[in-house]
């Protein structure tokens, strides 16, 4: 499957949280790399998972199904976000 | 659906009216749009446009925004043949149509004039280009007087996006060098490049790491992984590489 980047995923993360995240710094609790969240690998189905670019652990998924959105952030330990 | 539950944030649907559209080529069709309230954007950005059938089905994609900061907004649109939208973008809308958009979107695969010191490369890959001729343009438009230069690959001749406007950019701004290559057909008397963009290439047209450029990099995932792989390779930090992946193709 072909991936895209966190950015492709920018109006969705802004609409959940209310914010651009895409500039945001994401560690990931696999191999504690740390980069954009618009950098990460995201691969799309019914949902959208996203992987770390070096450990390819799972970051983030998301499930938009009706009038509820679904997001599980299992992956990130840290999100840093600047003003 | 999804606003309802979350309330209405700063990024809504709203509706976007078409007021010209520009053929850039037999595939490619540029829009320009209204936007009511339209909060500005910066270079390199995209918008999601929706679009509803009469039975409620519902699709969406996102668009780089071709248009300066300095200009209202315009998207640039590629056809892809079993599209959802495109064809609808590319073939059917005229001028005074309506539909639905969110944006500007996006906060890392952006370039601001403003306090940018760091030569600028751009290397395109088809409709690649867009979001990084929104960059050239700003440039233009911002007065910025940094070293940019584009590296854009192309299937033919017919295939180049702006091809009038990069030409130009090209032959009469200073400080901006663009270069073409054609990966599939070149026609009698070209003097740009032909073949993939490869190591060797990148190594010639590139700025120097030494010179601790900025990179932006923009195309198909196939493109996009090995251009900055080769990026890598010739000594370029990975973190001076954003990139921008469209998928397959």
Known sequence: ??????????????????????????????????????AIHVYRAAGVVARCPDCDTVLLRIVEAGDRIWVDLRGLTTLELRS | MSTAVLGPGR????VAEVTDTVTETPRVRTLVLDVPDWPGHRAGQHVDVRLTAEDGYQAERSYSLAASPEEPPAVTVERLDDGEVSPYLVDEVVTGDRFELRGPIGGYFVWDAAGAAAPLFLVAGGSGVVPLMS??????????????????????????????????????????????????????GWTGRAGRVNREL????????????????????????????????????????????????
Do not use: K
């Not at chain 1, 995923?9 to 560690?27: C, K, N, W, Y």
């Not at chain 2, 990024?11 to 709203?14: R, S, T």
């Not at chain 2, 996006?161 to 060098?177: A, K, M, P």
């Not at chain 2, 996009?224 to 193709?249: N, Q």
């Open chain 2, 11 to 14: 990024l809504a649907w709203q």
């Open chain 2, 135 to 188: 960059m050239l343009r700003h440039r233009a438009a911002a007065g910025s007087t940094v070293p940019a230069r584009m590296l854009y690959s192309s299937r033919t001749l017919e295939d180049v996006i702006y091809r009038d406007e990069l030409e130009q950019l090209n032959s009469r701004t200073e400080g901006v060098q663009v270069v073409h290559t054609l990966t599939r057909v070149q026609p009698p």
């Open chain 2, 202 to 249: 990148l190594q010639e047209v590139a700025f120097p790491p030494e010179a601790n450029p900025i990179v932006y990099v923009c195309g198909p995932t196939s493109f996009v992984e090995a251009v900055a792989e080769a990026l890598v390779g010739l000594g370029h930090p990975p973190g001076r590489i954003r990139t921008e992946r469209f998928g397959g193709a």
């Open chain 1, 1 to 38: 499957m072909v991936h895209v980047d966190g950015n492709a995923i920018a109006g969705l993360l802004e609409t959940v949280f209310g914010r651009d995240l895409t500039a945001a710094s994401g560690r990931c609790s696999g191999c504690g790399a740390e980069r954009e969240v618009g």
